[in-house]
């Protein structure tokens, strides 16, 4: 069972993973690229993934087996498990609960494709429309308390299969990050009444100079304060705290939004590794007028150093300006 | 100039350097091993780098001459500048403000040595004590408030040079991590009437299973809730919040504990790309019960995937245990 421990100066969760024994070696050798040769992922492969929780697939069709569109399956080596109980206790000044948690892998087409923009948009509509689903099922789960959905694109973003492909964790604990963006909203709204990320929405479009993409009912702008180099933002423009509410006409537009976005990247940046999160609310909340959810896309071209890690304070080398219009001047089809 | 700018919703400050102009193409390719041709930092080259602030040298020889063992200059390529006002002001619901700060870089040797620990004992302690000193003169600057001394080893680790070396980032706001750790200590002692440091050092005394080593002064552990494989702390057995306050003797203890553990990392996995940062107080505060300096050592041995970066949240595939035996287990001579 892996556990969750608590740094007890500040409270950052991390997940020990204590199940598969390292030997030191193991980190010392760069990882390959996602190889090339048999997917686990490809249709007629079925059996090789745990068997799939859900998939839009034929009506005709058996579980497990081909005929499908998207699945979403266990993730085989997860980093938390579903049985069980969360255990908290302390360790004299240490916090510590067991690894209970969700890790599932989605799987966005049976096609042997390595981007999500190969996709369709009804096709990427379906990917977001199933993040929503999985998102209110595991809601349902009282020892579980926050879902996160993220892509990772690449070796140098954390990919280990090319084959396109999400993942949502679910935690007993809301991370940092997402808390402290709450806290933020929070002390915002109750200072001036108003969703700071739908003040950011307006204000960004008023100047426009950070502006990636504007459609229908979506917003993509590289962030005032951007750590890193093309890193950007997808924004509801109507106040939306939580994910889980997305319509099917949000999803299609969203659609378009996203897969713009990720063209526009991946033409002027020469197909880049990347990560994408999808912040929410934690699963305990209903809808908030202070949080507001969104997507974060970071483009992995820059290393980074020491003093990122140690601080939380970013040097970041391309203004957002520049990027945004470099971004908005990459046309693509869509 | 470069500008600090702060995201609106967690208070994160990002430096955004807005001099030089950056195409799209210079983020597409990995940057390159250091090269191991000319190096501007080796004994000889001193009219190569910007003129020194402080040199350990023999007191015939003039500045920017051969004859030293240790020199300070400004960074060629610095994040923030040393001239100016911080000019704060307000743009919509965002803040920002001149980019105002210090970049320092440490030429520890003058040989074209790649890592610390091919240097002796009082060399380090001098590497170790002139830290100190820059901090010191450093703090008389009021527009300044924080003071980071860290070290990039190897291109992964986000290293441009290979001759050992170290820098010091002297910025105008305290860093979102240090200013965490710092309440985190506070509310502790407010709670408990102790340091969480303190605490931590005798727990981890009292266990002994994530001890490395623990020698005159110092002790070195892998934290609990460590994030990173071989993740490794260093701190102070006695309390003292500000590395400023540092002895000549206790330098000396730091230097043969840093050396012992970086050489017990360097043998155990091949000398891995890693960062150290010194986390202390800000300049504004006198010595409080409540922090307590060390150093974090980061090998970057794995990955970072997206969700770590949305979320402040780890997955470490290593127990900090098992690590802590392994680092144990290699034996090296100091």
Known sequence: MPELRKDPIIGRWVIIATERFKRPSDFV?????????????????????PPEIVAYRNPDTAPNTPGWTLRVVPNKFPALEVEGVLGKRGVGIYDQMNGIGAHEVIIETPKHETTLTALSLPHIRDVL??????????????????????????RVAGASLEHTHSQ???????????????????????????????DMVLQEQDSGSRVVYDGDGFLAIEPYA?????ETWILPKEHSSRYQDITTGGAEGLARCLRTVLLKLEVLLNMPPYNYIIHTTPFDLGPVPHYHWHIE????????????WGTGFYINPLPPET????????NVET
Chains 1, 2 share one sequence.
């Open 168 to 198: 949502i964790i679910v935690l007993p604990i809301t991370p940092r990050t997402v808390a402290a963006e709450m806290h933020g909203g929070k002390v915002f709204h109750d200072y001036r009444g108003r969703c700071i990320f739908c």
């Open 297 to 308: 896309i970071i483009p992995r071209l820059t290393k980074v150093a020491g003093f990122e």
């Open 323 to 330: 990027a945004a219009e470099h971004l908005r001047q990459t």
């Open 129 to 154: 429309w199933v993040y929503r689903e999985r998102l209110i099922d595991l809601d349902q789960d009282n020892r579980l308390n926050y879902g996160m959905v993220f892509k990772n694109v690449g």
């Open 226 to 230: 951007a750590r890193f180099p093309f």
């Open 29 to 49: 050798s760069e990882p390959a690229e996602p190889s090339p040769g048999f997917c686990p992922f490809d249709e007629g492969n079925e059996d090789r993934t």
